[in-house]
Protein backbone atom coordinates (compact mmCIF):
# COMPACT_ATOMS: atom_id res chain seq x y z
CA UNK A 1 0.00 0.00 0.00
CA UNK A 2 2.40 2.39 1.04
CA UNK A 3 4.87 1.32 -2.28
CA UNK A 4 1.17 2.88 -4.86
CA UNK A 5 1.05 5.95 -2.56
CA UNK A 6 4.68 6.47 -3.22
CA UNK A 7 3.82 5.81 -6.93
CA UNK A 8 0.86 8.05 -7.16
CA UNK A 9 2.42 10.96 -5.75
CA UNK A 10 5.66 10.72 -8.13
CA UNK A 11 3.02 10.70 -10.93
CA UNK A 12 1.50 13.66 -9.89
CA UNK A 13 4.69 15.28 -9.23
CA UNK A 14 5.57 14.27 -12.85
CA UNK A 15 2.18 15.51 -14.23
CA UNK A 16 2.45 18.93 -12.99
CA UNK A 17 6.26 19.74 -13.83
CA UNK A 18 5.07 18.99 -16.97
CA UNK A 19 2.30 20.77 -16.79
CA UNK A 20 4.17 23.85 -16.08
CA UNK A 21 6.04 23.47 -18.86
CA UNK A 22 3.78 22.84 -21.50
CA UNK A 23 1.96 26.33 -20.12
CA UNK A 24 4.80 28.47 -21.12
CA UNK A 25 4.25 31.42 -23.57
CA UNK A 26 7.71 32.85 -24.57
CA UNK A 27 8.38 35.93 -25.39
CA UNK A 28 12.17 37.16 -26.52
CA UNK A 29 13.09 40.86 -25.73
CA UNK A 30 13.19 42.76 -28.40
CA UNK A 31 16.28 45.56 -28.53
CA UNK A 32 15.09 49.16 -29.80
CA UNK A 33 17.33 51.76 -31.76
CA UNK A 34 18.18 52.74 -27.96
CA UNK A 35 19.74 49.29 -27.36
CA UNK A 36 16.73 48.84 -24.82
CA UNK A 37 15.21 45.11 -24.58
CA UNK A 38 11.82 46.14 -24.70
CA UNK A 39 9.00 43.61 -23.36
CA UNK A 40 5.44 43.73 -22.80
CA UNK A 41 3.60 41.76 -20.28
CA UNK A 42 -0.49 41.77 -19.50
CA UNK A 43 -1.54 40.63 -16.30
CA UNK A 44 -4.57 39.84 -15.11
CA UNK A 45 -7.00 36.27 -13.30
CA UNK A 46 -4.84 34.75 -12.86
CA UNK A 47 -2.03 35.08 -15.46
CA UNK A 48 0.46 36.74 -16.96
CA UNK A 49 1.01 36.92 -20.94
CA UNK A 50 3.89 36.46 -21.71
CA UNK A 51 4.78 34.10 -18.64
CA UNK A 52 8.45 33.06 -19.80
CA UNK A 53 10.81 35.91 -20.70
CA UNK A 54 14.17 35.56 -22.86
CA UNK A 55 16.55 38.96 -22.01
CA UNK A 56 20.42 39.05 -22.46
CA UNK A 57 22.56 39.86 -19.21
CA UNK A 58 23.76 43.32 -19.17
CA UNK A 59 21.52 44.96 -21.89
CA UNK A 60 19.07 47.73 -20.34
CA UNK A 61 15.37 45.73 -20.02
CA UNK A 62 12.00 47.65 -19.95
CA UNK A 63 9.06 45.73 -19.23
CA UNK A 64 6.08 47.92 -19.83
CA UNK A 65 3.39 45.81 -17.55
CA UNK A 66 -0.55 46.89 -17.50
CA UNK A 67 -3.56 44.94 -16.15
CA UNK A 68 -6.38 43.28 -18.14
CA UNK A 69 -9.98 44.61 -17.38
CA UNK A 70 -11.97 43.70 -13.76
CA UNK A 71 -11.07 45.02 -10.62
CA UNK A 72 -9.23 42.41 -9.06
CA UNK A 73 -5.80 44.23 -7.57
CA UNK A 74 -2.30 42.43 -8.66
CA UNK A 75 1.32 42.79 -9.00
CA UNK A 76 4.31 41.82 -10.19
CA UNK A 77 7.44 40.72 -7.76
CA UNK A 78 10.63 39.90 -9.50
CA UNK A 79 13.79 38.79 -7.23
CA UNK A 80 17.72 38.66 -7.96
CA UNK A 81 17.67 40.09 -11.41
CA UNK A 82 20.68 42.25 -10.11
CA UNK A 83 22.35 43.01 -6.92
CA UNK A 84 20.50 45.75 -5.62
CA UNK A 85 16.88 45.63 -6.68
CA UNK A 86 13.95 43.75 -5.91
CA UNK A 87 11.04 44.65 -8.41
CA UNK A 88 7.65 45.18 -6.69
CA UNK A 89 5.08 47.08 -8.22
CA UNK A 90 1.68 47.30 -8.53
CA UNK A 91 -0.63 46.52 -11.88
CA UNK A 92 -2.43 49.09 -12.85
CA UNK A 93 -4.89 49.97 -16.26
CA UNK A 94 -2.06 52.26 -17.26
CA UNK A 95 1.07 50.61 -18.88
CA UNK A 96 3.82 51.24 -15.85
CA UNK A 97 7.51 50.92 -17.25
CA UNK A 98 9.79 48.57 -15.10
CA UNK A 99 13.25 49.15 -15.54
CA UNK A 100 16.09 47.33 -15.04
CA UNK A 101 19.44 45.67 -16.17
CA UNK A 102 20.34 42.06 -15.71
CA UNK A 103 23.94 41.00 -14.67
CA UNK A 104 23.55 37.42 -13.73
CA UNK A 105 22.71 34.84 -16.60
CA UNK A 106 19.98 32.38 -15.14
CA UNK A 107 15.99 31.83 -14.29
CA UNK A 108 14.21 34.50 -12.02
CA UNK A 109 10.60 33.59 -11.12
CA UNK A 110 8.26 36.32 -11.12
CA UNK A 111 4.66 36.66 -9.66
CA UNK A 112 1.57 37.81 -8.12
CA UNK A 113 1.63 37.62 -4.17
CA UNK A 114 -1.84 38.84 -3.96
CA UNK A 115 -3.82 36.79 -1.70
CA UNK A 116 -7.51 36.66 -0.71
CA UNK A 117 -8.60 35.60 2.74
CA UNK A 118 -8.01 31.78 2.68
CA UNK A 119 -8.14 31.42 -1.23
CA UNK A 120 -5.31 30.28 -3.36
CA UNK A 121 -2.41 32.92 -3.58
CA UNK A 122 -2.76 34.32 -7.48
CA UNK A 123 0.90 32.64 -7.73
CA UNK A 124 -0.78 29.48 -6.91
CA UNK A 125 -3.50 30.12 -9.59
CA UNK A 126 -1.07 30.65 -12.06
CA UNK A 127 -0.09 34.00 -11.81
CA UNK A 128 3.78 33.36 -12.41
CA UNK A 129 6.21 33.24 -15.20
CA UNK A 130 9.83 33.27 -15.52
CA UNK A 131 12.31 35.73 -17.00
CA UNK A 132 15.60 33.96 -18.28
CA UNK A 133 18.43 35.62 -18.84
CA UNK A 134 20.93 34.67 -21.55
CA UNK A 135 24.47 35.60 -22.09
CU1 LIG B 1 -2.66 38.84 -8.95
Known amino acids: MRKAGLLIFFLILAV ?4 EDAGRKV ?3 V ?3 RGVQKADIIGGEYFFDPNYIIVKANVPVELTIKKTTGYVPHNIIIKGLDTLTEINANIDKEPKVLKFTPRKIG ?3 FYCDKKLLFFK ?3 ERGMEGIIEVIE
Not at 16 to 19: E, Q, R, Y
Request: hydrophobic letters at 40%.
Open 16 to 19: SVFA
Open 107 to 109: KYP
Open 27 to 29: FKA
Open 31 to 33: IDE
Open 121 to 123: SHQ
